[in-house]
């Protein structure tokens, strides 16, 4: 169990840094910085020399290679690799000592088939050419799999430490569901806002165009079923669209900052001040991050924090609500 303690911390950190990666890949507008996988363009790591980089554009003439882009895509690839390979470490050692707990099993197993169904939306996302409804799920998937890592990580650290239970009443485990759907909701519309390259639809803050609701085609902006291809690197939607998917996060955002105010303060009066605070730090955080992406037009910096903010929210609150079930 030490072990997998150990082996799942660094994978949790790792995890913070693969969807940092994963952000900087798609703001860097690098999603097809390598068009095939798992390789880069032929190669095992990148071309570098005249030669390479000659055999490269002759091998794929439609995408001239691109230095600036092939990089974050190849460290974003080798960091997740890395990120599976932990993983399959420690279901290895969960299957492989009967004295692990049997939830830090179910937890092990899950994680393993999960990130071999996130390789292959990894694939499917070169693939397919960066189709909106493909990274969407691959950067929540993203998401799915640090936060169960994390919770993985605590689960082997109570067993160690026989640590006494805070015993949540039906209330606040309830909060707490609707905490993560409300939170999961969000980065949905943060990763459909960003997929479909709406980010720079709205531009002034509060409002959107001087308006609360300016012009804006929901019915085509949350349209699920657009057609595959032939490459989406840049977004096809029309600026209505768009605009309709930035408003939807912008309310989205407000929803959820009212309720999880409303649950830090549930915690605060529950005698849990400690989780309350925490909460309304990172939540305090996240909506600087998500008002600054705006007001400075979207820096590259500040957006992938955006991105490690959502991760940081869905993870606390998974956590403590999982960490005794």
Known sequence: MERIKSISLWSGLLGFVVVALGAWTRLADAGLGCPDWPGCYGFVTIPVSPEEINLANSSFPETPYEVAKAIPEVVHRYFAAALGFFIVCIAFLAYTNKDVPANVKKISLFLLVWVIMQGTFGYWTVSLKLWPQVVTTHLMSG???????????????DHLENRSKWDFELITKRLFNISI?????QIFLGAWTSTNYASYSCTDFPLCQGQVLPEADFKEGFNFFQSIGPNYLGGQLDHESRVAIHVTHRFGAIIVTLFLLFLSFHLYKKNFSYMAFGLLAFLTLQVLLGISNVIFALPLLIAVGHNLGGLLLITYLGVLRLRET
């Open 143 to 157: 998401f799915l799999t640090t936060a169960f890592v994390w919770l993985l990580y605590f689960k082997a650290k």
């Open 181 to 185: 759907l409300l939170v999961a909701i």
